[in-house]
């Protein structure tokens, strides 16, 4: 769909027409999902914040005043949803990262390759799962979606500088539950 298709039925959707946000919700589902599967690390818990965020976007739509892309709009309020769902559970599940993209999988590649790619996978989902809500989001948006700092602080309605601090911060807890207590200088001694 191009992009004067999908203003026109945020058009419609603002205007009430329900098979308009149906329409919006069907074109942007995969997405939100991967972003909330990503914050969240559960695709039940994924699926009760895509739920959630096109409940918001369903109230909020009318307000949506077209500054930013709808994509962009709904990315903030599931972030959020995230955010909330997680602070609500109160508790940090560790879950895997089988929704993302393979990891090169070149079948002439040396199978203990994959084993160390499947190892570090795990374990990198296992740490980024300990981080923080506001600081998982802020990773998942800029290493994952390479979204720039300045589209971060927009997203998640923060100031750059906030969203540089936050990602800073992400980064040196992923890297201290990597490589623990000196690890890091050990690996690369190697």
Known sequence: M?????????????????RAFEELVRD??????TLAFRLVGDKEDARDVVQEAYLRAHKGIKK?????QLTTWLYRITANCASTYLTRRNKHQHGDLDGLDPVDEDPDRDPTNRA???DLRSQLSDALMKLPPKLRSVVVLRDIYDLSHESIAEQLDITESAAKVRLHRAR????????????EDQAHAV
């Open 2 to 18: 191009d992009s004067k298709e999908f203003g026109k039925l945020i058009e419609e959707a603002q205007a009430g027409d329900h």
């Open 64 to 68: 949506f005043r077209g500054d930013a």
């Open 172 to 183: 040196k807890r992923l890297r201290e539950h990597l490589y623990p207590m000196g690890e």
């Open 116 to 118: 160390d790619v499947a």
């Open 28 to 33: 942007t589902y995969a997405d939100t999902y």
